[in-house]
């Protein structure tokens, strides 16, 4: 198990070695001076002069790279030159913000989808797999940004006349300005329970109600889809009739002997979902102002702030590395037959 | 291996058996006039099993005979109450200790799944759950109909896979399917169908998927533990060579129909079915010259005929003339030992295909 | 067919039913074809599919104006819009041009954008998936890496990084959208042909002397295009979404003259609580056809799957 893991970092390595050289010459193919795109308008010729001696522009190209690697392995991804501020250091501020929504939007697509898939492939041809199939093709025909100012009018702001009424959920932002919490992880669900403020906690989820639907529309289709055809081919699975001629109980046939084996491969889809889910809290965190890496890097490419990027892209490609390594060691866990060879 | 079945059937019989006791002239399960039949939308209807009578009587151990598509696995589906629940139709009756199986409630089926009759699948590779402890598929079926608690479960299950000849029953319980090989998969899948003495097994090709040398084996064990138990089998095969060793009645099944049926040894002396005989013949046997070419059946199981037109097997019968051509030919009784036969030119009594009793 | 010889007996052919569902004699793509026209969920998605390629392309002859007119902006006002009106059966936009005259013409636009950047998804991959999977050895494992490292950035964000460099021009965002498509296409493309590679037919071909070039192409090649074209037919769907997305960032096409779904749908976001009209209509247009080529899609690859063959 130990080495599996070991091999499993050890790949990873390559791969973001390969996105490093990418993002390095990617700031190279942008047009013009990389010092002045990387500035964007702001830039003066003293800044451009101070980029220059930071990045070493002026070396040769190779050079030029072994300094950009270096700071980043002592964890210096830059400046933001338009807010001067770090960017690795805005993204750990920031980050907290995206994994709440993120989870509360995985939790919404599982707690939803997984059922709705089940129940689908129980039975195939129904109304309700109707509805299924037609719920996870909206997901995917649905922009997401579209649906999140949809949900957002029509919940939250609250639409002309007798639909008015349906507006009961808090518009933008994390916690309601009223509520004085204490915030010790910047987790602020956790920080309401950590500080046994349950009112804040709570004023913490009811925000996250809207946002999370919106972003889990996108895992929810998948999830739907890949639960309802996984659990309509291991019905048909040798070993669910075996354990229907035990004489089981149907629930127990159910959870023990259908969705354990089904919800392998959902288990590996959810993974592979972090990159589109990241890339979706972007939109959807910027329709409902939350504070997390999202509307920073709405801002970001509003602005063509490259620096902040390129640290978010490598950012991303780790986080994605690492949500995969955990999956497979999850899936190795679930599925004896992994765990042996 | 036998003295230890041995003794861990003495302990299993301790336990008292809470079903009725079974009068041994009645049947134990009677099937009348079965019929399934597939239905898809938008096609003609398939009917893979077409009015199909036999009965067990407690103990007893019948086979049913047939190629791939004859209907038998079908059969033995519908008595399970295993039948996809949609696109089928099955009419007719399956009496078990007189209650009809196709009527039944769901949930009083369950309560005679594993219990009373339980099964034993073709392919062991694949009806074990593969993420699941070889014990907890052993000791659910225990735990479902017993009232047990985990622990004497799994004393219980241990003595299960000892019986049934798995070395290390202790340390095996613990294992996934991956970790067994074939046959002693076969044999888990044995432990659980037997796990609580059913009054009738019902055995699906059970040895087709292993190596020759382990399917002796297994069907030793088999008839060993079915007699121990007295538990009345049911034997599925299309290898006439098990029901020889096997079985004491025998149903040779041919596109949906029961063609022939008779107590084995009357079958093997006395084939009357021209399928039946043809089978017999292209089977290699140790006691006629080596000289002699074994006689396969002509064409393929898919050149059949609709027996509401004339003989199914007229087709690939060197004896088919005009009059197999008429409609829904009877089986009927023909010969010693309810032998019955459905065969308008049948092989003549005084055969010389096998005089080997 | 005919089993009995003819001495023995005149049983007429017509007892013997024909053996169900066989399929000898059709090819792959014929199966495909009879199986999707039973499909209702294809039908609908043609339907929609050639519907959409109609309108986008015969917009002017369809259109009641000329586009991005905005010879009534007078009647726009802060606080409201003009609804529909026999004039103008969709009411004006929030620029004063006519609604249904916008949104014919962003059919256009989605149609040139879907295709032009499929299409370069799709050349863009082959290209790679023929070097990794027709060559094999170094050029294989060199270009997946890069494959995988192209793939652990999500689409949208790859779409994202390649318009910045290129600017704001509608070709840029075809660029983008279309070469964040390639890794997808070329690891689809590999896997498909290495299926292949391992079939009996390129072990015969290989015994009997062809050489690899010419099983690459005329064997392997044909017989891994199905996965590669249902993948194409999903990205147009895709492709049409992004576009959205991007206008949304900021990334759109800057040209206010062409008409372009994505973008109207941004432009109405102010005016969504008084007039949710502006966006829900260019929003059922995006989703209906990226339904339609959702739908064929799903359904092709249905009809494609040897699985589903019965």
Redesign the interface.
């Known amino acids: 198990m130990l080495r599996f893991v070991i091999r499993r970092i050890l790949l990873m390595v390559p791969v973001l070695f390969g996105l490093s050289v990418l993002l390095f010459l990617w700031v190279r193919a942008l047009p013009g001076d990389p010092a002045r795109a990387l500035l964007g308008e702001k830039a003066t010729p003293e800044s451009i002069a101070s980029v220059n001696a930071q990045y070493g522009f002026d070396k040769p190209l190779l050079q030029q790279y072994l300094i950009y690697t270096s700071r980043l392995l002592r964890g210096d991804f830059g400046n933001s030159p338009r807010t001067g501020e770090p960017v690795l250091g805005t993204f750990i501020q920031r980050f907290p913000a995206t994994v709440e929504l993120g989870v509360a939007a995985l939790i919404f697509a599982v707690v939803v989808g997984i059922p709705l898939g089940y129940l689908a492939a129980k039975r195939a041809g129904g109304w309700l797999d109707s509805f299924a199939v037609g719920t996870s093709l909206a997901g995917v025909v649905i922009p997401v940004f579209v649906l999140a100012y949809l949900l957002k009018v029509v919940f939250a702001v609250g639409l002309h006349g007798p639909l008015h009424v349906l507006a009961f959920l808090p518009s933008s932002g994390r916690q309601s300005a009223r509520i004085d919490a204490t915030h010790i992880t910047n987790f602020y669900v956790l920080d309401g329970l950590l500080t046994r403020e349950w009112d804040a906690s709570w004023d913490a989820v009811v925000h996250l109600i809207l946002p999370a639907i919106a972003l889990g529309s996108i895992p929810l289709a998948i999830i739907v889809r890949m639960t309802r055809a996984s659990v309509i081919d291991v019905l048909n699975e040798d070993y669910v009739r075996t354990a229907n001629s035990k004489g089981l109980a149907p629930g127990l046939i159910t959870r023990r002997h259908v969705l354990r084996n089904a919800l392998l491969p959902v288990v590996t889809v959810i993974g592979l979902q972090t990159g589109a889910l990241l890339a979706g809290a972007v939109l959807t965190e910027s329709v409902f102002a939350i504070n997390g890496i999202g509307s920073y890097l709405f801002t970001a490419i509003s602005n063509l702030d490259f620096a902040v990027l390129q640290g978010f892209i490598l950012f991303i490609a780790l986080i994605y590395a690492v949500v995969n390594l955990l999956v497979d060691l999850s899936y190795g866990v679930i599925d004896p037959r992994l765990r042996t060879r | 291996m036998s003295d230890q079945t041995i003794a861990a059937g003495e302990r299993a019989v301790t336990r008292s058996r809470t079903r009725p006791e079974a009068n041994r002239d009645e049947n134990l399960l009677e099937v009348e006039d079965l019929s399934v039949s597939f239905v898809r939308r938008?096609?003609?209807p398939?009917r893979a099993v077409d009015g199909v009578s036999f009965v067990v009587r407690p103990g007893q151990i019948v086979g049913i005979v047939g190629e791939s598509g004859s209907g038998k696995s079908v059969t033995s589906l519908a008595v399970?109450g295993?039948l996809p629940q949609r696109g089928v139709v099955a009419s007719g009756q399956i009496r078990y200790r007189g209650q009809d199986l196709l009527t039944l409630g769901a949930k009083k089926?369950?309560?005679?799944?594993?219990?009373e009759i339980?099964?034993v699948?073709q392919?062991p590779m694949?009806?074990?759950?593969?993420?699941?402890?070889i014990g907890?598929q052993v000791t659910?079926?225990l735990l479902?109909?017993f009232d047990v608690s985990r622990g004497e479960a799994r004393a219980e299950a241990e003595h299960l896979l000892r019986r049934v000849g798995i070395p290390d029953p202790g340390r095996r319980l613990k294992e996934?399917p991956?970790?067994l090989s074939g046959g002693m998969r076969q044999r888990a899948?044995i432990a659980?169908?037997l796990a609580c003495k059913p009054a009738l097994l019902i055995c699906d090709e059970p040895t087709t998927a292993l190596d020759v040398t382990i399917q002796a084996q297994v069907l030793e064990l088999l008839k060993e533990l079915v007699n121990d138990l007295d538990t009345a089998m049911v034997m599925i095969t299309h290898d006439l060579g098990v029901v020889a060793g096997l079985c004491d009645f025998v149903n040779v099944m041919y596109a949906g129909r029961v063609v022939e049926s008779a107590p084995r040894h009357e079958l093997f002396a006395h084939p009357r079915h021209r399928y039946t005989e043809g089978l017999l013949a292209s089977m290699p046997r140790l006691d006629h010259p080596r000289t002699e070419p074994l006689r396969p059946i002509?064409?393929t199981p898919?050149?059949?005929?609709?027996w509401t037109?004339?003989c199914a097997f007229?087709?690939?019968c060197d004896h088919?003339?005009?009059a197999?051509?008429s409609p829904d030919l009877e089986l009927v009784l023909d010969g010693p030992g309810e032998h019955r036969m459905r065969c308008v030119h049948p092989a003549p009594l005084a055969s010389d295909v096998a005089d080997d009793d | 067919m005919t089993i009995l010889d003819a001495e023995q007996g005149p049983i007429d052919e017509g007892l013997f039913d024909p053996p169900a569902g066989d399929e000898r004699g059709t090819s792959l793509w014929q199966g495909a074809f009879r199986r999707l026209r039973r499909n209702p969920s294809a039908i609908v998605g043609a339907v929609i599919v050639v519907a959409f390629v109609l309108v986008a392309i015969f917009a002017p002859v369809l259109a009641p104006y000329e586009p991005a007119g905005t010879q009534w902006i007078s009647q726009v006002t802060p606080s409201s819009v003009p609804g529909p009106s026999p004039g103008h059966l969709l009411g004006l936009d929030s620029f004063g041009s006519d609604m249904l005259t916008q949104l014919i013409y962003g059919a256009r636009q989605s149609l040139i954008i879907g295709v032009v950047s499929t299409t370069i998804g799709l050349l863009g991959g082959a290209v790679l998936g023929l070097i990794a999977g027709g060559l094999g050895g170094w050029w294989d494992t060199g270009v997946m890496r890069i494959v995988d490292i192209l793939l652990s950035i999500p689409s949208l964000l790859l779409a994202v990084s390649i318009a910045a460099v290129m600017g704001r021009n509608p070709f840029a965002i075809m660029i983008a959208i279309g070469a964040a498509q390639v890794p997808i296409f070329a690891r689809l493309l590999r896997g498909s042909m290495l299926g292949q590679r391992r079939q009996d037919y390129v072990l015969a071909a290989t015994s009997l002397g062809l050489r690899q070039r010419r099983i690459v192409m005329s064997h392997v090649l044909p017989n891994s295009l199905g996965p590669v074209i249902v993948q194409a037919t999903l990205v147009l769907a895709t492709a049409i979404i992004e576009v959205a997305a991007l206008s949304y960032l900021g990334l759109g096409s800057a040209d206010p003259a062409i008409a372009e779904w994505g973008r109207m749908l941004v432009k109405a976001q102010d005016r969504l609580q008084s007039d949710p009209r502006l966006a829900i209509l260019p929003g059922i247009c995006i989703a209906i056809t990226a339904l339609g080529f959702t739908l064929f899609g799903e359904a092709l690859r249905e009809a494609l799957d040897p699985k589903s063959r019965r």
């Not at chain 2, 089926?109 to 219990?115: E, K, T, V």
């Not at chain 2, 694949?126 to 402890?133: T, Y």
């Not at chain 2, 898919?302 to 609709?306: A, C, E, F």
């Open positions: 938008g096609a003609q398939v399970m295993l089926l369950s309560d005679l799944r594993g219990r339980a099964m699948f392919d694949s009806s074990l759950n593969p993420v699941i402890p907890t659910e079926v479902r109909h996934y991956h970790q899948l659980i169908a002509r064409g898919r050149d059949i005929v609709s037109k004339a007229a087709p690939r088919a003339d005009e197999c051509m």
